[in-house]
């Protein structure tokens, strides 16, 4: 067994989760604006309204009757990925990404039936997948068409870009790539690698698996510290927008980038994670207090506030 | 925003512990919980033994009884006598008891018990009502004579009534007495009636009161007759016989006042005796005896069924305390955040290994049938429901074939909270198709782990006792609870978690200088 001293982790400016939700969740984010994003699709109907970029919605189920009909609903949809609206750590997401015959495909390739659908939708509605089991509505948006120059990047799944947003200045950013140990999912803790990324430039700093360093992609070999993020800043600008559109002050942004549109919202956390951490190889806590002890108001716009992050959160420097 | 000041926590803090530890010593000190389950105090255990001939008519006997002896609390008292009516009287400071009978014949014995805790206070009860005046008191011819001249020695060397009781008996006991005390004690042998009558005489308020020796284990003990004087609003003790002042420890005031001690109708022949015995009793059954205004908090008074109901409510917060260490503090992993404190209180009822046994059974049967379930395609509140009936099964059964096999303790099985057991199996076996079997091990492993850890302070004698009886003690849990809400370091599991990310960095950076 070994530890390390919670001196040296506090040396290291290591948020821990005691901290993350007493200080930063707990005095940063209202009550009352949670739902905005632990309800997909609030969030995605207030995107809309904010004019920030996301999947498009198809269409919404929120009753166990529709499901029976479902099949005419998704008639002519190749591609659709189906999400509890009050999912939270991925769960119930079922990614379609095409059809065999009466068949559908999963992103893992593998087929399921319409039933299968159907029974995953039932459950999703009955609250399986929601906080503490409440109801809850499914919704049906677009697939993702991931960007060309994350090929290879990716076992299965999106790769998408996770930035924590601190009173709308994006802190720390990781890319999260999906390999065949997280089955797909982008979930660290499942064995998804993930790969922290320079807030100044958008270049990979270094990569983690399992808490461990990876120099190449387990599973396609493809070397991890060649990626750099075309449109860093749009990316950033998306992110901090996110502030202005919910209002909460501590909040991981889930950003992918697609093909034809561009950096997409997927979706928001009001109670980010802290291995994005490990990816970057240094702690959260520095960069909280530095943002902290800025003047109230001293960046108004998102623009602002990018340009100051890409100048001061260096990879050499805070 | 952050700059809110800390100081009104910490003073509700330090209020809750301050309430918390001050009512549970209040209540140590005026009730005298013990704070130590098990603990014993010594009682006199004294019986009153009451012969007599009954002579075939109806019959009363009626028996003085120590009403609030100075220095003692009575703690419980009875009377065992087949075929007879028994009841107490009280009469203003006067208690007595009453055995009754229509019909009796023959020799009969009476019994009177009561057990007595010592070693209080000795506050002779003053006479609450008016001042007592003196009794008149009339002689013959040359006892008047010779009691007035008795009394006019003892005046001369006396200042006060307590000096003139004192000089009185000194001079009645003296081994050469003159002619005036031997004259005195000719008519009246008995020096306390003597003593009494004297002071009486002189114009201060005197009665007779009678006094037991304590000693353990004696049996046919007499009543030592006692004169009792009233001076400055007191009643002060004399003993006649060797003219010592104030009550000593081991008498304890059976009858205070000139009434008998023992009336009898329908009987003759009849006598008292006095057995006793110093024994021990648990503390908190004294407690419990004793009135106070702090019993009001207390739940003895409530009817056994439901103060074992408290027992296990006051119980919980310590789990709850348990709970949240186990998590904030150390970061350990449950499923269903106070899940474990209710297996915990489970436990209690079941034994542990018992508890532990039929726990893991009833949760990996559950699993196993909601694998098949999960095919069944139901919804999600007819499923947990259908698991809340085969979880009753399942508990049913268990306990059926434990009762089979001759373990009567199976049946504890049934106290397993069924509903959150099912929601438990609900929750496993998501997590087993989500993350795989590791998770469900570690999730369901700490909270075992978490629920034993509760479970093995609960189970405590001193843990009982002390929440059962000290209620408050929950306020200083509450405080610890909130106190570690306030915690923002580091969990001891991120100790660990982190442990690989710093081994990174520094070799990366030692690789740097290289």
């Known amino acids: ?120 939708m039932s459950n999703a509605l009955a609250g399986l997948y929601s906080l503490g089991g409440k109801p809850d509505v499914v919704i049906v948006e677009d697939l993702i068409q991931f960007d060309d120059s994350f090929e290879g990047y990716s076992y299965e799944g999106v790769p998408d870009i996770r930035i924590i947003v601190f009173k709308g200045y994006p802190v720390m950013a990781m890319l999260r790539l999906a390999t065949r140990a997280s089955d797909g999912k982008a979930n660290l803790h499942q064995g998804a690698v993930g790969v922290g990324l320079d807030i100044a430039t958008g270049c990979a700093l270094r990569a983690v698996q399992f808490s461990q360093p ?40 889930d950003i992918v980038l697609d093909r034809t549109r561009g950096a997409q919202l997927l979706e928001l956390n009001a109670r980010p994670g802290l291995s994005i951490q490990v990816a970057n190889g240094r702690g959260l806590l520095p960069r909280l207090r530095h943002i902290e002890s800025l003047k109230p108001r001293a960046h108004r716009t998102p623009e602002q506030r990018v340009d100051y992050v890409m100048k001061t959160f260096t990879a050499d420097g805070m | 925003m952050k700059a809110r000041s800390r100081a009104p926590f910490y003073s509700i803090i330090i209020a809750l512990m301050l309430i918390g530890l001050g009512t549970a010593w209040m209540r140590h000190v005026t009730m005298e919980i013990p704070f130590f389950a098990g603990e014993q105090r010594p009682v006199w255990l ?88 003196a009794k008149p008191v009339e002689w013959d011819g040359p006892q008047a004579t010779a009691s007035t001249q008795l009394l006019a020695q003892a005046l001369s060397t006396s200042s006060n009534s307590r000096s003139l009781a004192r000089e009185l008996s000194k001079l009645l006991n003296d081994a050469a007495r003159d002619q005036n005390a031997s004259l005195m004690l000719t008519v009246e042998p008995d020096k306390s009636v003597l003593l009494e009558k004297l002071l009486n005489q002189a114009g201060i308020p005197a009665r007779r009161a009678l006094g037991l020796y304590l000693e353990d284990a004696r049996r046919h003990q007499p009543l030592t007759r006692m004169v009792e004087v009233y001076d400055e609003g007191e009643w002060v003790l004399f003993n006649p016989y060797t003219g010592a002042q104030g009550l000593p420890d081991n008498v304890l005031l059976w009858h205070r006042g000139d009434t008998a001690l023992l009336d009898v109708i329908g009987g003759r022949n009849s006598r008292v005796g006095f057995s006793m015995i110093y024994q021990t009793v648990p503390a908190l059954e004294l407690a419990q005896a004793n009135d106070s205004i702090f019993s009001i ?18 119980l919980l917060p310590l789990g709850a305390l348990v709970v949240v260490f186990m998590r904030v503090i150390v970061g350990l992993k449950t499923s269903g955040t106070f899940m474990p404190i209710l297996i915990a209180v489970a436990f209690l009822q079941t034994s542990l290994y018992l508890g532990l046994i039929g726990f893991v059974s009833v949760v990996s049967f559950g699993l196993v049938l909601r694998t098949y379930l999960s095919r069944l395609n139901l919804l999600l509140i007819a499923r947990i429901a259908t698991l809340v009936v085969l979880v009753i099964f399942i508990i049913s059964i268990l306990s059926l074939v434990g009762y089979q096999m001759g373990l009567n303790t199976g049946m504890t099985i049934t106290f397993f909270p ?64 909130m106190l570690m809400g306030q915690y923002t370091g580091y969990k001891i599991s991120e100790l660990r978690r982190f442990r690989a990310m710093i081994d990174n960095v520094t070799s990366e950076k030692a690789g740097d200088i290289k």
């Open chain 2, 46 to 133: 004294i019986e009153a033994r009451v012969d007599f001939y009954a002579t075939g008519s109806e019959v009363t006997i009626n028996l003085a009884l120590p009403q609030d002896p100075p220095g003692f609390r009575t703690f419980t008292e009875q009377a065992a006598s087949p075929g007879y009516g028994w009841s107490v009287i009280e009469e203003g400071d006067i208690r007595r008891g009453e055995w009754t009978k229509r019909t009796a014949s023959g020799p009969q014995t009476l019994y009177y018990k009561a057990q007595f805790v010592g070693g209080l206070d000795k506050e002779m009860s003053a006479a609450s009502e008016a001042v007592p005046a």
């Open chain 2, 297 to 314: 908090i207390g739940v003895h008074l409530l009817p056994i069924e439901e103060q074992g109901m408290f027992k296990l409510l006051f």
């Open chain 1, 214 to 253: 990876v120099t190449h992609h387990p599973d396609t070999k493809r070397p991890l510290s060649e990626i750099q993020i075309a449109n860093w800043r749009d990316m950033l600008l998306l992110a901090s927008r996110c502030f202005e559109m919910t209002g909460l002050g501590y909040i991981g942004t």
């Open chain 2, 418 to 481: 069924m509903i959150i057991i099912a929601w438990t199996i609900e929750r496993m076996s998501i997590l087993w198709e989500e993350e795989g079997p590791r998770e469900v091990l570690i999730q369901g492993g700490g909270s075992l782990l978490v629920a034993v850890m509760a479970f093995s302070l609960m189970q405590l004698p001193v843990v009982g006792h002390l929440t059962f009886n000290f209620p408050e003690i929950n306020l200083v849990f509450l405080a610890l609870i």
């Open chain 1, 1 to 120: 067994m070994k530890w390390v001293s919670p001196w040296r982790l506090r040396r290291m400016g290591i948020l821990g989760m005691n901290c993350r939700n007493r200080d930063f969740i707990g005095s940063y984010n209202a009550r009352h604006l949670f739902p905005l994003v632990d309800n997909k699709l609030k969030t995605k109907l207030l995107a809309e309204e904010f004019e920030v970029a996301t999947p498009p919605l198809f269409f919404v189920v929120s009753e166990q009757h529709e499901i029976a009909t479902i099949e005419k609903k998704l008639e002519g949809l190749d591609g659709f990925a189906i999400k509890p609206a009050k999912g939270s750590g991925g769960k119930g997401i079922l990614v379609i990404i095409g059809r065999r015959g009466n068949k559908f495909i999963k992103s893992s390739g593998v087929e399921i039936s319409i039933e299968d659908i159907r029974r995953h």
